[in-house]
């Protein structure tokens, strides 16, 4: 049972545009969603992380719009960049269990065009 | 370079064989965790330490994977017995927080590639 599920699988964008993508989830008891970036050969990075209790959170160009009643949460890029091209996993854990496992999505590949 | 580095960056070997992967968290970070990701997955949780102590065990752990992190500090991943659907990338994270605190963000190597022969 696929507990986080991604879509889309892939995109492709241009220089400046607003990639987005969306994550949904089915275990309510879930309050913690972090992005992760990754390129090829490298581990995953931390881009950004929000918790149920606010809306919509934003870090430099990156910005996770959260929708609780929906168990829906999504990913904006703003002004793409050709350097942005990587694959992108949202995930969920269960913050008030210590150390619990995230639970990832299976990745979208983005591409940004110059 | 204060991140969590792991070694072998690569490894290959033939079916049947052992291999052990070792884990360098952050210094000051007291969880240590490992994941598996396959080609177009996203990484799936194996194991999980506070400290020295192994908390949690994935489904995914079967008795031919062990773990260890003694005094706490890096941590080395064992296969036994490797079998061709081995062949993935194992991932290492780490994070710092107090026994009964909540999650803190995940810090991830670089992985150790793994093919078997």
């Known amino acids: 049972q696929q507990q986080v599920k991604q879509s889309p699988q892939s995109l492709i964008v241009q220089k400046g545009g607003i990639p987005i993508i969306n994550c949904a989830y089915e275990n309510t008891a879930f309050d913690y969603f972090p992005w992760y970036q990754q390129f090829p050969g490298k581990g995953p990075a931390l881009l950004i992380a929000?918790?149920?209790?606010?809306s919509e959170k934003k870090e430099g160009r990156f910005t996770i719009s959260f929708n609780k009643s929906a168990k829906q949460f999504s990913l904006h890029i703003m002004d793409s960049q050709p350097g942005d091209s990587a694959t992108y996993f949202c995930a969920a854990s269960i913050r008030s269990q210590a150390g619990t496992a995230l639970i990832f999505g299976k990745g979208t590949t983005l591409s940004v065009s110059s | 370079d204060t991140g969590v580095s792991q070694n072998p960056r690569h490894k290959i070997t033939k079916r049947g064989q052992n291999v052990t992967f070792r884990c360098d968290p952050i210094?000051?970070?007291?969880?240590l965790y490992w994941y598996r990701q396959t080609l177009g997955q996203g990484p799936e949780f194996l194991t999980y330490?506070?400290?020295?102590?192994?908390?949690?065990k994935s489904r995914l752990l079967s008795d031919r994977f062990s773990a260890e992190r003694p005094k706490g500090s890096f941590s080395t991943l064992e296969i036994q017995r490797t079998e061709q659907g081995d062949s993935a990338m194992y991932l290492c994270?780490?994070?710092?927080?107090?026994?009964?605190?909540?999650?803190?963000?995940?810090?991830f190597g670089d992985g150790t590639r793994l093919s078997i022969l």
């Open positions: 330490f506070q400290n020295e102590a192994q908390l949690e």
């Open positions: 210094s000051e970070h007291n969880r």
């Open positions: 994270a780490s994070s710092f927080g107090g026994r009964y605190e909540g999650n803190q963000p995940q810090h």
């Open positions: 929000i918790r149920p209790d606010v």
